[in-house]
């Protein structure tokens, strides 16, 4: 299976896993959408993961909240 031009939203992607999974989906040339609470992470990871190349597009959005979640998931229907 390929994951080239598919799209994956990966929650906690400005650290630790989540940073990992993204890097990894990124290099298999997936569209990643960044999600994470805080913007500076997140923009940084961001910036990190571009420099290689990767299509990113970086979300701010608390996912344990229910609000945040439906904004997120708008955000990505309105993107692709």
């Known amino acids: 299976m ?10 906690g992607s400005s650290m630790g896993i989540g940073k990992a999974i993204s890097h990894a989906l990124g290099a298999a040339g997936c569209k990643v959408v960044l999600n994470g609470r805080t913007t500076d992470r997140l923009h940084s990871a961001a910036a990190e993961m571009e420099s290689k190349g990767y299509e990113l597009f970086p979300i701010a959005a608390d996912v344990s909240d229910w609000e945040d979640c439906e904004r997120l998931v708008k955000d990505c229907i309105d993107l692709f």
Request: no cysteine; charged share 20%.
């Open 2 to 11: 390929t994951l080239k031009n598919k799209v994956a939203i990966v929650t």
